[in-house]
C-alpha cells in the first residue's frame, strides 16, 4: 500500500526513489516557473483575481507520491538487526484503528481500510477525515 514497489516491479526499470526524485524534480520546476511569472493584475466582475488557466494545468498534471502508514514500530539495532523472514514487527495501532494517508511526506488525511467492490483482491482507503492546514 505504500509507494516503495520498484518500477520494474510496475513494468519500468527505475526504482520508486527515482520516480519520486523525477515527480520532486517536476514540482520544482513549475514552482519556479509559477513563481517567475509576474501576477496578472485583472480582476473579475466579483473582484476576484484572474486565474491563468496555464497555472493550473501545470500544478494538475504534477504527480504525487501517496503512501497509507498502516502504523510504526520502534526497535533497538540488534532487535532490527535479528529480523529475518517469518518475524513479526508489532506497529502501533490496533486492527479498526484509522490509518495515515501522507502525500509526499506530509499528512493530508485518516481513513479505514476497505476492500475495494470492483475487485476483492485489492485494498484502497476511505477517508473519515481530511486535515486542513
Known amino acids: ?28 520546476k513549475a514552482m519556479e516557473e ?18 491563468r488557466s496555464s497555472d493550473n494545468k501545470l500544478i494538475m498534471n504534477i504527480p504525487v507520491s501517496i503512501d497509507v502508514v498502516l502504523g510504526t514500530a520502534e526497535m533497538r539495532v540488534s532487535e532490527l538487526m535479528a529480523l529475518n523472514q517469518g518475524s513479526t514487527v508489532v506497529l502501533d495501532r490496533r486492527i479498526g484503528e484509522l490509518v495515515d494517508v501522507v502525500v509526499n511526506g506530509r499528512r ?26
Not at 518500477?7 to 514540482?27: C, Y
Not at 481513513?111 to 473519515?128: A, C, F, M, P, T
Open 34 to 51: 509559477l513563481c517567475a511569472e509576474p501576477a496578472q493584475s485583472a480582476d473579475d466582475s466579483a473582484g476576484q483575481p484572474l486565474r
Open 1 to 28: 500500500m505504500s509507494g516503495d514497489n520498484t518500477a520494474e516491479e510496475l513494468g519500468g526499470s527505475t526504482p520508486a526513489s527515482d520516480l519520486l526524485q523525477d515527480s520532486e524534480r517536476e514540482l520544482d
Open 108 to 133: 493530508i488525511a485518516r481513513g479505514e481500510i476497505i476492500v475495494i467492490e470492483q475487485d476483492s483482491s485489492r485494498l484502497g482507503i476511505k477517508l473519515s477525515e481530511v486535515i486542513e492546514e
